[in-house]
């Protein structure tokens, strides 16, 4: 079977994902990707592959319980996980940076902003481990990403915008395939028919903060973005961000 074949797939009780050619999304439990104790959960975060010529690029870790369905999943695309190459981190909370320590003892280098990889490296409370009742192993980012940085991948273009509130170091990527501009979101919107906003039990989450960053994402136009729970928006997903700023707006302030 050709990878451009179909979208949608079912193995193994999971479906395999292909969003675009070359975009994949991997993981998540909350459409039934990955499994880690609960049906349409939240144990585990949503997880993407971008595939280049010169090796594979991955968005979020997962929780670390469900990384060996993650690469099952890639090898239905005739993914190899030995191929990736960078994994780049929206958030330090255990549903999305918990295999960290895992992808990083493969040789992945793993990407984030310095909130990030300040949490990640210490495993406290900014990683959520008592929502999950687990221990966070902590892990040593590669390379900390600035502001506004702009950086090439594997011959890809991305840039990094810092939009905490969610939890203080919430990260969004952008960047180009095949003629779209996609945005991976993490946590900073929240998932389609279940809320509009990240979940706020962090112990690091802020709602004044949250305000700003949705205003700041609420100006921006992509055409698709990815984000941290639930399904893919392929419809103008400025739509979506401006709708959570507003619940914001009349329920915050």
Excluded at 127 to 134: A, G, I, M, S
Excluded at 176 to 192: A, F, P, Q, W, Y
Aim: net charge negative.
């Amino acid at each position: 079977m050709s990878k451009s074949s179909h979208l949608f797939s079912l193995i193994t009780n999971r479906i395999a994902v292909q969003l675009l050619k070359a975009l994949y999304q991997v993981g998540g439990d909350m459409i039934g990707l990955t499994f880690d104790g609960k049906d349409a959960a939240y144990n585990d975060g949503n997880t993407y592959i971008l595939e280049t010529p010169e090796g594979l690029i991955l968005f979020d870790a997962g929780c670390g319980d469900t990384l060996d369905q993650i690469f099952e999943n890639m090898r239905y695309w005739q993914l190899n996980p030995d191929d990736i190459r960078y994994c780049l981190l929206t958030h330090a909370h255990f549903d999305h940076a918990g295999g960290g320590h895992l992808l990083a003892k493969q040789g992945v280098k793993i990407m984030a902003n310095a909130e990030v990889a300040d949490a990640v490296a210490s495993g406290d409370d900014r990683t959520c481990p008592y929502l999950y009742h687990k221990t966070f192993i902590p892990f040593q980012v590669a390379e900390v990403i600035a502001d506004n940085c702009k950086f090439e991948l594997l011959g890809i273009e991305f840039e990094a915008m810092h939009l905490p509130g969610h939890s203080q170091g919430c990260t969004a990527f952008f960047f180009k395939h095949e003629n779209r501009r996609i945005v991976v979101s993490g946590d900073i919107i929240g998932t389609l028919l279940d809320g509009y906003h990240g979940w706020s039990g962090s112990i690091d989450f802020d709602k004044e903060t949250y305000i700003k960053s949705l205003h700041k994402f609420s100006k921006i136009d992509t055409d698709m973005m990815l984000p941290g729970h639930g399904t893919v928006y392929f419809h103008k997903p400025r739509r979506r961000v401006e709708e959570a700023f507003n619940h914001a707006l009349c329920e915050w302030r």
